[in-house]
């Protein structure tokens, strides 16, 4: 890290985008006495957002197989924020588990992956009861944890509002009629300021049956991508989540088949559960997968966040108020024009 000079302390700040991204900056400048409204053009229900469409995995250790180390570095300092700002986030850690012909890949992954127990079948039967007899072995992840996308958003909406932050639904805003500080936490739409920036789609399927419990999201080892089933309670489960290089928002025939025969997978009694839900989101990636905080004068650009939007939200808005309030600079996400 070192220092730079920085826009007042005291300029009011508009933040663009109420996502995660931008809540998650909207609440602790806001806790730290900043004078804070946050635009988004949609409305509360925030369909809009990519975050509506995500799992809510915070999931630092698993994420390791597949992402540079200062995700998990970031994701790591993540879940503290959200322990210290939620304290009831479920952290009842993820369970990894794998089809015996996929056996190769569950050792790579558990090779790749550091923070987890490996469990015989007897254990992963005491951590999840419903999947006695299904699976030989798992990865148990004990401090990984989960959060619930469409009631965290709003939880963190209510937590600015009682931080003294402004919230504006329904606000299109454009940065140059806003005063004082900008941090743009636009997403997909900030294409105009972020060269390269381009939307990864996730498809995922919910779905709802009393025939089955979980405690923790489970991820089932998949020869092309990581394909998970996330508790959502009241019997609901969220089927996630295919990566594909596309920006359509559609589901496909064989996306569905491949989350649904997941499902069944874990469990065959997910064969008679009800679908409730198919969707999908564009996640804002640059070229690299990794996200970036860009600071220009009185601009802030905070973007892709990728598939880690949840994991790695809080830590971001830590540096961006460390960088407001004593000019620190974190090399590997920070870019100063
Ligand atoms: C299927 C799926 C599963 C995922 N699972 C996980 C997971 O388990 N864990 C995890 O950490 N991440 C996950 N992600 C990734 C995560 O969803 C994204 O990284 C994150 O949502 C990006 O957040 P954001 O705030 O940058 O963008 P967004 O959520 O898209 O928010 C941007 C907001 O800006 C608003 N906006 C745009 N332009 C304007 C304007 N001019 N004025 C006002 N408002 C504006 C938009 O309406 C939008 O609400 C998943 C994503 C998908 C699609």
């Not at 890949?105 to 005491?126: I, W």
């Not at 990864?200 to 080892?221: Q, Y």
């Amino acid at each position: 890290m070192f220092q730079t000079s920085r826009p007042r302390g005291d300029s009011p700040v508009s933040i663009i985008g109420a996502g995660i991204a931008g809540a998650w900056h909207a609440l602790l400048l806001a806790d730290a006495g900043r004078s804070v409204t946050l635009h988004e053009r949609s409305d509360a229900a925030m369909t809009e957002s990519t975050s509506h469409w995500a799992g809510g995995m915070l999931a630092p250790w698993c994420e390791a197989e597949g992402a540079e180390p200062v995700i998990s570095r970031l994701g790591i300092r993540s879940l503290d924020l959200w322990r210290q700002h939620f304290p009831k986030t479920p952290f009842n850690g993820s369970l990894v588990v794998a089809h015996p012909r996929d056996r190769a890949d569950f050792e790579r992954f558990a090779r790749m992956t550091s923070g987890h127990r490996r469990l015989d079948a007897q254990g992963v039967r005491e951590l999840e009861p419903s999947l006695e007899g299904r699976f030989r072995e798992g990865l148990f992840y004990p401090d990984e944890g989960h959060v619930e996308p469409r009631r965290v958003l709003p939880q963190l909406h209510d937590a600015i509002t009682r931080a003294g932050g402004a919230i504006r639904f329904g606000s299109d805003a454009e940065a140059t009629d806003l005063d004082g500080l900008v941090i743009d936490c636009r997403g997909l739409a900030a294409r105009d300021r972020a060269p390269g920036l381009r939307g990864v789609k996730g498809e995922m399927i919910i779905i709802e049956t009393s025939e089955v419990e979980l405690a923790r999201p489970v991820r089932l080892i998949h020869p092309r991508w990581p394909l998970y089933v996330i508790p959502r309670g009241d019997g609901r489960f969220m089927l996630g989540a295919t990566s594909i290089e596309a920006e359509d928002t559609g589901v496909s025939v064989r996306s569905a088949l491949e989350l649904l025969g997941a499902a069944y997978v874990v469990h065959p009694a997910f064969g008679e559960a009800r679908i409730v839900e198919l969707g999908a989101g564009l996640r804002p990636a640059f070229p690299d997968n990794l996200p970036r905080i860009r600071i220009e004068q009185e601009r802030i650009t905070v973007n892709g966040l990728y598939r880690h939007g949840f994991l790695l939200a809080p830590a971001l808005a830590e540096l961006t108020l460390a960088y407001l309030s004593r000019g620190e600079i974190d090399n590997e996400v920070m870019q100063c024009a």
